[in-house]
């Protein structure tokens, strides 16, 4: 399975930045996702990143918030905008292979703390 | 009513004790069904997978899915302190993955 780095592992932020974050994977990948799990609550998809076409988001989730970029299969970045104490959670990226049941691969996640 | 209930604990139980994990979901198009385990400060990994109604069984873990009353489960014989973390399940069809809450498990030596 693939192998994804993801960074920052944790950060710290003012209310009113953005952050970024980086996912690495050491293969091409067609299918990259980005998650938030926030605490005490299940892994919800924020978008699909598309390579060469606008992510697709899901329901509550839009692209001036969490602007996404996929420049190639290996790599992707969600940005967290604007940000709010309300946005304090853990973000992962995830990827998808093979066939049907196929095999999903999450990064370690970023925990993102606004103040 | 959400997609996947999951209880999410915490559950603390003695080592060698026999784990049961469930996980309720609502739409039968739901084809794939998952377990993931999270450890502290980590990403999901996943732990089982099967697309069918019955018992699957990889070591001291059995996964059970009875797709007639949408229920899934996790059962964990001869539980283990390294046992300890987050389990999700998942759910999938034509779709992304549906996490439940995930149920926060707790070995004790």
């Known amino acids: 399975s693939a192998v994804i780095s993801q960074k920052p592992s944790r950060d710290i932020c003012q209310r009113g930045t953005s952050l970024t974050i980086q996912c690495q994977v050491d293969?091409?990948?067609?299918?990259m996702f980005w998650y938030r799990q926030q605490p005490g609550q299940s892994l919800t998809l924020i978008a699909t990143?598309?390579?060469?076409?606008?992510?697709?988001?899901e329901s509550g989730f839009v692209i001036d918030k969490f602007p996404i970029s996929r420049p190639n299969l290996t790599f992707s970045t969600l940005t967290v905008s604007n940000l709010s104490p309300e946005d304090s959670s853990i973000y992962l990226c995830?990827?998808?292979?093979?066939?049907?049941?196929?095999?999903?691969?999450f990064g370690s996640g970023t925990r993102l703390t606004v103040v | 009513q959400k997609e996947v209930e999951q209880d999410p604990g915490p559950l603390s139980v003695p080592e060698g004790a026999i784990v049961s994990l469930n996980c309720t979901y609502s739409?039968?198009?739901?084809?794939?069904f998952m377990w993931y385990r999270q450890y502290s400060r980590k990403g999901p990994e996943l732990l089982m997978y099967?697309?069918?109604?019955g018992n699957k069984e990889d070591g001291r873990f059995t996964a059970q899915v009875d797709k007639s009353s949408k229920y899934i489960s996790l059962f964990i014989r001869d539980s283990q302190p390294s046992d300890s973390a987050t389990y999700l399940c998942?759910?999938?069809?034509?779709?992304?993955?549906?996490f439940g809450k995930g149920t926060r498990l707790s070995v004790i030596a």
């Open positions: 995830s990827v998808r292979q093979g066939a049907p049941p196929y095999g999903y691969t």
């Open positions: 293969s091409q990948v067609t299918m």
């Open positions: 990143a598309n390579q060469g076409s606008e992510a697709t988001y």
């Open positions: 739409n039968s198009a739901f084809q794939y």
């Open positions: 099967t697309y069918s109604s």
């Open positions: 998942a759910v999938s069809g034509n779709t992304p993955l549906v």
